[in-house]
Structures are given as C-alpha cells and as structure tokens.
C-alpha cells in the first residue's frame, strides 16, 4: 500500500507529492538508501523544487507538525492582547486551547507517518534528531507565553516542556489505536488536563 493511499488522501501539492514520494521510497528501500535525487525522481519534481519546501531529507517527516507550529504561534499571539497580561491559570489554558486546535487539523485517517512506520524504514535516530529541535521550538514559544502570564521563567519553562510531553504520548496513543480511534483532540484533552491542574490548579 501506497503512502498516499494509507494516508487517506491525494496529495494536493508539490510539499505533499514529495512528502509521499518519500514515504513510499522509505518503506521500499529504507531512509537510509533513500537519496533527495530518488525522491525527486519518484515525484517527477525537480531538485529545486524539493529545496522550495524542505531543507533536509528528514523534514518531510514533519510536514504537520511545522503546520501546527505555525498556527500554535497565530493562535497564541491571538490570545494575548497589548498590555493585557493572563493569569498563570488563563495562559495554562489558552495553551492547551490551541493545542487541542491544532490537533483539531488532523483527521483520524491523517495520522502522520513518523507515528506509524518509523520501525519499517529504520530512521529512528533520525526521527529523533529531526524532532528535537521543532519540540525545542514549541518549548521556547510556549514558555515565552507563560512567561507572560505571570509564571515564573523556571515554572513556564517546565511547565511547557509537560505540555509537550503529555501531548506527544496522545499522539502516540491515538495514533496506535488504529482505525477505531477517536479524534486526537480527545486524547489530547485527557493528556493535557493533568498538566493543567498540577501547574494552575482550579481557583488559583
């Protein structure tokens, strides 16, 4: 079966062609033997097309997740008017608000590809050294925010990186949960309130 097909969509751009391409070429010959060139090649796009979406091979993996980075970043900025400051309790829910709006984005057939097939194309360290640095990103926007919800730096920092740990174990959970699973949002939401609650609790 196809990328594109277990994907449950045609691919509707150039960025999701190559994304595809990729994933297909993942699975056939692994990451490691994969070249930009066979991707490319299997796309029928060009070399620079490829470098118009994606710096480095291991980004098409994170294709949603730089998605939602951006509209976690519109959504916060949204949140936060000019001399308004939030409680600790408000900023802790604005963010879990539009992380459960971002996940909103996907459909449970849209379960990304890093989530399901990294043990069949052997790029786990890969996949690891691509994400670090967009969770290191989330982290740094999210304790910003915090930051100026009037909780201590310290706090919002570790505050934020729970956030990102309890919705990466959502993820994980709903996207194994196979084609009976409910929306992300309502894994997140389970994952998240915990967090919440131990950072800000109710009538803080």
């Known amino acids: 079966m196809s990328a594109s097909h277990s994907r449950g969509r045609p691919p ?14 993942f699975i056939e010959k692994s990451y490691a033997d994969t070249s930009i060139a066979d991707i490319t090649q299997r796309a029928g796009v060009s070399r620079a097309t490829f470098f118009n979406y994606f710096d480095a091979k291991s980004d098409v993996f994170w294709v949603e997740l730089d ?23 408000s900023g802790l829910l604005a963010v ?22 990294y043990e069949m194309i052997g790029s786990i360290n890969e996949l690891q050294a691509s994400a670090l640095n967009r969770f290191s990103l989330i982290a740094r926007l999210i304790t910003e925010f ?10 919002a920092r570790a505050a934020a990186y729970a956030l990102i740990a309890a919705a990466i174990s959502a993820a994980q ?19 998240l309130q915990p967090v919440l609650e131990g950072f800000a609790p109710e009538g803080e």
């Open 146 to 155: 915090l930051s100026e919800s009037n909780l201590p730096v310290g706090r």
């Open 173 to 191: 959970e709903w996207a194994s949960a196979g084609t009976a699973r409910d929306s992300l949002q309502v894994y997140l939401r389970d994952s």
């Open 12 to 25: 509707a751009s150039s960025q999701e062609t190559l994304q595809d391409a990729a994933f297909d070429l």
């Open 67 to 89: 998605r939602a980075l951006g509209q976690l970043r519109e959504l916060l900025a949204a949140q936060m008017a000019p001399g308004e400051t939030l409680s600790p309790r």
């Open 96 to 117: 879990v608000n539009a992380l459960e709006s971002c996940a909103g984005q996907l459909q449970r057939e849209e379960v990304p590809f890093a989530l399901t097939q």
